[in-house]
């Protein structure tokens, strides 16, 4: 009997990252934690159980050294400790042997489940035993067993660098929204594309969609009734289009869409070792975004000048407490190494707000998550051992190529002083130790990413070593539009006159007071803006690795002369629509 095909359904969104994905929906449920769940081979049998003994040891060592924190606090007589120590020691010896684990081996084993399920599932049973004894002391040691537990999954399946979803080849996720340190954890080896509810263009998740080189749609609404797990899928990143059981002539016709777009890739590629020069000779530096290590091999390939924003979140994301400073020089070291001379601009952490919430610094509640509370540097300022241990680890790093240092989230001269001291901190207590350091400390930057900070540019440029302008926040922060949310998306628009001036405010602060500065909000990556930033007076650009060549073929055809006299007119005028309508005919006809 013929089977009924099932109908093909459009669910249309943002398109937020290039490129064409055709795969099987992996639906994340709303609410569910994000724990892959997968049988193993007997042949994997060995490996899963040594992972989950790593789990343990790594549990146990974190577990140790909250203890002594705490014990040290207690004999400070910062807190009244005795419960809490008691809870850890025994936290400690269920980590050492107890039901949980060996019953999570044994499942390991028996019914062939990663480590995370095994956990999962032993906990589950435990507690459910405990629950119908009904008894007030077995109902704690459940919450004992949950806690256990939730850290063993979490040392699990958050470990930064490893991916979250060990989700099955071709996959494309599909949930009511993803994090941005979700979307940090996804393998893009594993997954063809991304679909959510939520979300906008501008947010950090799509942000590192683009990084991942994962076609994306985001703030589709309705795509959760219109999508299980397992079928068929196909995901539009440049229409904005998901397509639910897409039919044979509109697979047909997406791969050729696709086809045309790898083409348009391997043309773009023989760009890489072309310098970036105008066609009246104006050299512009085109350096590279990284939010991931593994973008690296892109950016190399791309031939970037450089890493103009290293997002240093990736290392803090997906870990209940923050990387110490050997981890973070490592890390960062890594990432140096790799540039091969290039100067990294590694900048602060910059947690909070849409990037998430952050579960060692649960002291600032709310605060932390919100755009207009502690985040960036204010949060680095307020947690000055973070910043000082990530200073230190840049120093260290920085003895293995070029680099620079950038403070995000700036609204006062006072924040980079404090952040001038914190680093001649770090520096002194590294000399201390023996460390050896260049004898300059790196350059000392500021974002430009609040309206304040714009409009105060001539005071930051004196006391910073250079600026990089967030366009991103920027934009957000002048037309209070939330950048990760769909339902403004439609509004956020960079080339608002108020977003312009106070470009062209700080740029020329910065030219007045001889600093360098660089475009790294995502304008810069776009060709369409390309004319306006060079015209503006900017010389260094940074973006995604994945835009460097389409920038570069911009600038190889431009005239900076006529670049600068639209620019003139488009700074001249207050429509936004009149402006985005002289960009738009100057990058078709420039005159
Ligand atoms: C920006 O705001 O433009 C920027 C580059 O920083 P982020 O996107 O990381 O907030
Ligand atoms: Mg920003």
């Known amino acids: 009997m013929a089977q009924k095909l099932a109908s093909e359904r459009i669910v249309e969104g943002l398109g937020v990252s290039p490129g064409v994905g055709i795969g099987v929906a992996y639906v994340c449920e709303s609410g569910s934690p994000r724990i892959p769940e997968y049988r193993i081979r007997p042949a994997d049998i060995e490996a899963e159980q040594r992972r989950l003994r790593e789990a343990v040891v790594r549990a146990r060592r974190q577990l140790t050294r909250l203890r002594s924190k705490t014990r040290d606090r207690a004999a400070a007589n910062e807190c009244a400790t005795e419960e809490v120590l008691y809870l850890l020691d025994a936290y400690i010896m269920m980590l050492k042997d107890s039901r949980l684990l060996r019953g999570a081996y044994e499942r390991i084993a028996g019914e062939r489940i990663n480590a995370e ?24 040691r459940a919450e004992d067993i949950r ?58 998740t799509a942000i590192l969609a683009r990084a991942l080189g994962l076609p994306a749609v985001l703030g589709a609404a309705g795509l959760m009734d219109a999508v299980r797990s397992g079928d068929p899928i196909l995901v539009d990143g440049e ?146 051992e973070l910043l000082e241990t990530q200073f230190r680890a840049i120093l260290r790093a920085g003895a293995h190529g070029p680099v620079r240092i950038l403070l995000p ?78 339902r403004v998306a439609h509004l956020y628009n960079p080339l608002h006159p108020g977003v312009l001036r106070m470009i062209q405010f700080a740029a020329a602060a910065a030219l007045r007071a001889r600093i360098p500065v660089c475009v790294c909000g995502e304008i810069a990556g776009d060709p369409r803006f390309t004319p306006l930033l060079v015209g503006l007076g900017f010389r260094e650009l940074s973006m995604a690795a994945s835009n460097i060549a389409r920038v570069k073929r911009r600038i190889l055809d431009l005239d900076l002369l006529a670049a600068q006299r639209r620019t003139q007119l488009i700074m001249d005028e207050t429509d936004p629509l009149r402006i985005q309508v002289l960009l738009e005919e100057f990058n078709v006809a420039p005159v």
Do not use: W
């Open 239 to 384: 229409l904005g289009q998901i397509v639910v059981h897409p039919t044979p002539s509109a697979l047909q016709e997406y791969r050729r869409r696709r086809g045309e777009r790898q083409e348009e890739e391997l043309a773009l590629r023989k760009l890489a070792g072309q310098p970036a020069v105008t066609r009246d000779g104006v050299s512009i530096s085109l350096q590279a975004n990284v939010e991931l290590p593994m973008e690296m091999e892109h950016v190399v390939e791309a031939g970037a000048a450089g890493i103009g924003l290293l997002r240093t979140e990736f290392m803090f994301m997906n870990r209940p407490m923050p990387p110490n400073e050997e981890e973070q020089y490592l890390a960062l070291r890594a990432l140096i190494e790799r540039a091969g001379g290039q100067c990294v601009t590694v900048r602060t952490l910059d947690l909070g707000g849409d990037k998430g919430p952050i579960p060692f610094v649960g002291q600032f509640g709310d605060s932390a998550t919100s755009p207009l509370g502690i985040r960036g540097i204010r949060l680095s300022l307020a947690r000055a």
């Open 409 to 486: 989230m700036v609204t006062a001269v006072s924040e980079v002083r404090a952040a001038r001291d914190v680093l001649a901190r770090a520096a002194r207590r590294l000399y201390r130790r023996g460390v050896e350091l260049p004898a300059a400390l790196p350059p000392l930057g500021t974002m430009i990413e609040v309206p304040g900070a714009a409009l105060t540019a001539d005071a930051l440029a004196l006391v910073s070593d250079f600026f990089a302008i967030g366009s991103n926040d920027l934009t957000m922060y002048t037309l209070a539009i939330d950048r990760s949310d769909q």
């Open 147 to 204: 806690e256990v537990g939730n850290r063993l999954v979490s040392q699990l399946t958050k470990e930064p660098g490893k991916p979250l979803f060990s989700i099955p080849h071709g996959s494309v996720i599909v949930a009511e929204e993803l994090t941005p340190a979700e979307t940090a954890q996804i393998d893009p080896e594993h997954v063809v594309g991304i679909a959510a509810q939520m979300g906008g263009p501008q947010g950090h």
């Open 117 to 140: 399920s095994a956990v999962q599932a032993e906990m589950a049973a435990i507690c459910d035993s405990f629950r119908t004894m009904q008894d007030a002391y077995l109902s704690a």
